[in-house]
């Protein structure tokens, strides 16, 4: 389930008294819900599913994960050649 | 995409499959969760990579797939109502009924239309007062926040036309349930991503321990996914049974707050039957009292009297828990195929029957692939 | 009415759900092609329609000097009538002309046959005539003849168009979808997706921004320079409905082939991509209407690839992978992770998912 894409916030408003903006998802700007993630501010990033924001996109850890995944791959480099990779 | 173009990098995931083959010493069996997982390991060619020790078996995480046949079949009958417009995400729409599906009603002349967002249906509802407008509200509880929202603004914004037919499936008690049939082993849990972005993963804890099963809550592209089975099968060689989050950017172990009481407002925990697999006590959400007005299973009373059929040949519970692979059942590839699904697994995008159509026909194909494996 | 083969159908599954048509029988995929191979092939049978081209190959007798006609027919149910980057009446042009092209003939004339729906105000009519006429000019084709037809109010999504083209096969030209041969490279003439995404952005309840449009283009200009540069090209096909993997899977199974090709290898426009990601679809199986697939023997591949870039509609051109004979009539995706995925006709109408 839950086809959840990335985007970036670039206005923000309300509508029928719920929170709404507009998303970039690069290239292509659909309406969201904002409802959700209620202290967002533009230029943030959102995780959107079915027209709404369920979740803002922490972009702190985003880089650390690449950072320490990097990290991994530099010391894969170190080891020796085995069987069972691909 | 940024924050989606880094996860599908293939140099990064080709690291992180030759860490897991370092890493693992003896056969695994793990079980991703969600549907959106297993088309994403299906669709990258992920699973060809894993080691031959490790065993993927794709969990109930299709919604489209274990909406109860009932509750397809009560669909199919307002969708032929000429005073209803019936409004659905794209995934439904051929998803075989006892009867048919949504796709024939709208063939015969029913207003059938596919909407993005519950939000839009509401606009529906609003632009043709003359009208019902009913929405299928299925989903995980990833889905629960929108459709409970499109409920409560219907609510505060006086749209009586609206009805919502609910169909939620909640994911913990189902894994549970899982976790305690004896037919099903399973060694670790890739825990679905969105779903705890919604309701985080507090609630794993107990699971974890009780089943002593490590749990990693698990993104959806091919680095994330394999970062998660790394992670699982480290502890699984390590004999540990934790929860850990292999999935930050998006997931917090509390979730997301707002959403969760948005849902406790308009809905409330109800026995679910799972397609093919029966019902699950406590692992669906019906609308409360306060939303009666709202659902169109009492709106629309005639819902009651559906009586259902499945196809004797469909074994797509199986495939569901785990029990059986697709190609186990005797109606796969011949009766069944994406083009007649039998069941709802082979409709889906998803689905474990529609992925294995085409791994199944490119493994008969490839022979010195799997001798390999 | 009965002699009609339909236990020739793919199964009698209980729940085959289709005794009337849906639109799924429209969309290019797997259904349209077992309509028109169980239902329209079997009344029909002609050596040929057999060959199912996308225009037929006429040898005219030898009184005639032998030419080689093309003839082609097609017609355009589009809604809306306007969209992001053109309208019905440049793609009626449009896509006649390439039908025509893509068996490598030289377009002579077009007709055009409307069906007017009753209501349909008069300046949209004159501003798609504009449109046609317009799109004529600019694919060096002349308007032959046509027909007007009005239905009743409620019949017709305002305007469908049905055309019928006439091209001449130079001598030497010999391009058919069974041609492909193992080694072959497979090329596609630029991005890919981008009249489907363009629909979708103005479609009701599914309408986003974006500065996508549709692709429609006349591609006999494209393939005449192809073929100047490289006159042994194999196949030449047009990604309309049903997109890349369409074609694909419709060139595989009539040489009786295998297709690798690399997703990295195959351009798509960020933004179309985007799209593509938020409704769930797959680039692959989106329609196009100014891009061609062309299989090309493997020594021409720099020669037909250059000729292309030069060109307006071929600037993006790129390899993206090779025949081969293993797995024949299957389509397979070499993935950016190093996995391989079958690439299926797909099976009808694409819907956006949430799941």
Same mark, same amino acid.
């Given at each position: 389930m839950c086809l959840g894409i990335p985007g970036r916030v670039i206005d923000i408003y309300e509508r029928d008294g719920l929170l709404m903006g507009r998303v970039d998802f690069g290239g292509v700007i659909k309406e969201a819900c904002l409802a959700y993630v209620p202290e967002i501010k533009i230029g943030e990033h959102v995780l959107i599913h079915v027209g709404f924001a369920i979740s803002q996109i922490d972009e702190i850890e985003a880089q650390k994960t690449l950072d320490m995944l990097g990290e991994m791959e530099m010391l894969a480099d170190e080891l020796p050649n085995r069987q069972g990779a691909p | 995409m940024k924050f989606l173009d880094e996860r599908r990098d293939g140099a990064l995931a080709r690291r992180l499959l030759d860490a897991i083959a370092r890493t693992v010493t003896r056969r695994w069996r793990l079980m991703e969760i969600c549907g959106g997982q297993t088309h994403s390991i299906l669709k990258s060619g992920l699973d060809q990579l894993l080691p031959a020790q490790i065993e993927l078996i794709h969990g109930p995480g299709c919604p489209v797939c274990v909406t109860a046949l009932e509750l397809v079949d009560k669909a199919v009958g307002l969708a032929a109502r000429p005073d209803v417009i019936f409004t659905s995400y794209?995934?439904?729409?051929?998803?075989?009924?006892s009867r048919g599906d949504l796709f024939s009603v709208k063939a015969s002349g029913g207003d059938v239309r596919i909407v993005y967002s519950p939000l839009d249906a509401l606009k529906i509802a609003r632009a043709n007062p003359d009208k019902s407008v009913v929405f299928?509200?299925?989903?995980?509880e990833t889905t629960a926040p929108a459709n409970a929202m499109a409920v409560l603004q219907a609510k505060d914004q006086g749209v009586a036309n609206f009805a919502m037919l609910v169909s939620h499936v909640t994911v913990p008690p189902a894994i549970a349930a899982l976790l305690g049939a004896p037919e099903v082993r399973v060694d670790g849990l890739l825990a679905a991503g969105h779903v705890c972005a919604v309701m985080?993963?507090?609630?794993y804890a107990l699971l974890a321990e009780n089943y002593h099963i490590p749990v990693v809550v698990t993104g959806f592209e091919p680095v994330d996914i394999a970062r998660g089975v790394l992670m699982c099968v480290r502890q699984l060689e390590e004999g540990r049974a934790e929860v850990e989050n292999a999935y930050e950017q998006v997931v917090t172990r509390a979730g997301n707050r707002p959403a969760q009481a948005v849902i406790n407002r308009v809905f409330e925990p109800c026995d679910r039957a799972w397609r093919g697999i029966g019902v699950i006590p406590h692992s669906g959400y019906r609308l409360r009292e306060a939303f009666a007005a709202w659902d169109a299973e009492r709106r629309f009373p005639?819902?009651?009297?559906v009586t259902t059929q499945e196809s004797g040949l469909c074994m797509s519970g199986l495939v569901l828990q785990g029990v059986?692979?697709?190609?186990? /059942?005797?109606?796969?590839?011949?009766? /069944?195929?994406?083009?007649?699904?039998?069941?709802a697994t082979m409709v889906s995008s998803e689905g474990a029957c529609a992925a294995y159509w085409h791994y199944g026909r490119q493994a008969a194909s490839a022979p010195e692939r799997e001798a390999t494996r | 009415m009965s002699n009609l083969a339909l236990n020739g159908w793919a199964c009698p599954a209980p729940?085959?759900?289709?005794p009337t048509i849906v639109m799924g029988h429209g969309s290019g995929g797997k259904m349209m092609a077992d309509l028109i191979a169980h239902l329209f092939a079997p009344q029909f049978h002609n050596e040929v329609l057999s060959r199912l081209g996308d225009s037929a190959i006429i040898d005219l007798p @030898?009184?005639? *000097?032998?030419l080689k006609l093309a003839f082609t027919t097609d017609s355009f149910v589009i809604s809306?009538?306007?969209?992001p980057g053109g309208d019905i009446g440049e793609l009626a042009v449009n896509g006649t002309v390439n039908d025509l092209a893509m068996s490598g003939a030289r377009s002579i004339c077009l007709s055009a046959g409307f069906i007017l729906e009753? *209501?349909?105000p008069m300046e949209t009519l004159g501003l798609i005539a504009q449109s046609m006429a317009a799109a004529c000019r600019a694919a060096g084709v002349t308007l032959a003849a046509g027909d007007t037809k009005v239905v009743d109010h409620?019949?017709?999504?305002g305007l469908y168009i049905n055309t019928a083209g006439l091209g001449i096969v130079p001598d030497g030209i010999a391009i058919a979808p069974q041609n492909a041969r193992p080694g072959d490279s497979v090329i596609v003439s630029g991005t890919l997706g981008d009249h489907g995404i363009a629909i979708l952005s103005v479609r009701e309840g599914l309408a986003f921004e974006s500065e996508i449009a549709s692709?429609?283009? #006349?591609l006999n200009g494209l393939v005449s320079a192809m073929l100047a540069a @490289? #006159? *042994?090209?194999?196949c030449l096909r047009d990604a309309?409905?049903?997109g890349l993997a369409a074609v694909l899977n419709e060139l595989a199974a009539a040489s009786g082939v295998g297709i690798d090709f690399n997703e990295e290898k195959v351009p798509v426009r960020p933004a179309t991509q985007a799209a593509c990601e938020m409704l769930g679809l797959d680039p692959f199986y989106v329609a196009n209407e100014g891009k061609l697939v062309a299989i090309a023997p493997e020594i021409a591949t720099e020669t037909v690839l250059d000729a292309m870039r030069r060109h307006p509609y071929g600037?993006? @051109? @790129?390899?993206?992978g090779h025949v081969v004979?293993?797995?024949?009539a299957l389509v397979v995706n070499h993935t950016r992770i190093g996995g391989t995925r079958i690439v299926d006709l797909p099976l009808g109408e694409l819907l956006p998912r949430i799941c």
């Open positions: - | 794209g995934d439904m729409l051929r998803v075989p009924g299928f509200g299925i989903g995980f985080g993963y507090w609630e005639e819902t009651q009297a059986k692979k697709p190609m186990e /059942c005797p109606a796969f590839g011949k009766e /069944c195929s994406p083009q007649s699904p039998l069941g | 729940l085959q759900n289709y @030898a009184e005639t *000097g032998s809306p009538l306007f969209f009753e *209501g349909l409620g019949h017709g999504d692709d429609t283009a #006349p @490289a #006159p *042994g090209i194999h309309t409905r049903g600037r993006d @051109a @790129a390899l993206i004979a293993e797995h024949p």
